[in-house]
């Protein structure tokens, strides 16, 4: 059964500095791993979608790799902001199901 | 413009009642999906459909049930059988494996 495990649980870090959160899998036979942003009582925005067969994804300051082989991603951050506080979640594709991992909570402080 | 709606927000059930949330999606998908999200946890899934008039359990699925006869529309019951029902329960659809999934707002389902 494939398991999704997020590290760390909760970050807080100053305004400006660059961070990383990072996930885990069991099963390396994924299909794709998403990366998601959810706010407080809201639902879940997708970041980046990568695929089994590719390495990196990259949009605006988000940078998302993909270590299919060692069962790990990261999403790297750049120059974070206030805004980019939330709980960020990575969730991989097995068949016709995602398996989502607990999520890391991010703090950011201005 | 295009997305999926849940509703209710909010919904208060009482011991014995069965609740349904409903689901509407005008993105075309012909996937959806519903899961339950516990305070501290990652989501789990409930059910899932692939086409009209079909549905899968997923991992947590005893005390629910669903239907799917349209593909717009993916409505879950939460049934008397599920003991411990308090949750944030999110529907998301997607086009086809591999493409991204996109979610709903979320209801908030708490027992009174």
């Known amino acids: 059964k494939q398991e999704v495990t997020q590290i760390p649980a909760a970050l807080s870090v100053p305004e400006g500095e660059n961070l990383v959160l990072n996930c885990s899998f069991t099963?390396?036979?994924?299909?794709?791993l998403q990366w998601f942003r959810q706010d407080p009582g809201k639902g879940l925005t997708s970041l980046l979608l990568?695929?089994?067969?590719?390495r990196e994804q990259t949009s605006g300051r988000l940078n998302a790799s993909l270590d299919k082989s060692s069962g790990r991603s990261t999403l790297y951050i750049a120059a974070s902001q206030p805004g980019d506080s939330a709980t960020y979640l990575c969730?991989?594709?097995?068949?016709?199901?995602?398996?989502f991992g607990a999520g890391t909570i991010l703090r950011v402080k201005s | 413009d295009g997305g999926i709606t849940q509703s209710p927000k909010y919904l208060f059930r009482k011991e014995g009642q069965n609740v349904t949330l409903s689901c509407e999606q005008n993105?075309?998908?012909?996937?959806m999906y519903w899961y339950r999200q516990d305070p501290g946890q990652g989501l789990r899934l409930i059910y899932y459909?692939?086409?009209?008039?079909?549905?899968q359990k997923g991992d947590i699925a005893e005390g629910y049930s669903v239907s799917r006869e349209k593909k717009e529309s993916f409505p879950l019951t939460v049934t008397s059988a599920q003991k411990n029902p308090t949750a944030f329960y999110l529907c998301?659809?997607?086009?086809?494996?591999?493409?991204?999934?996109?979610f709903g707002e979320g209801s908030w389902l708490t027992v009174v």
């Open positions: 969730a991989v594709m097995n068949g016709n199901k995602l398996v």
């Open positions: 099963d390396s036979a994924i299909y794709n």
């Open positions: 990568i695929q089994s067969s590719q």
């Open positions: 993105l075309n998908h012909d996937a």
């Open positions: 459909s692939q086409i009209v008039n079909d549905f």
């Open positions: 998301a659809s997607m086009s086809l494996p591999g493409n991204t999934i996109y």
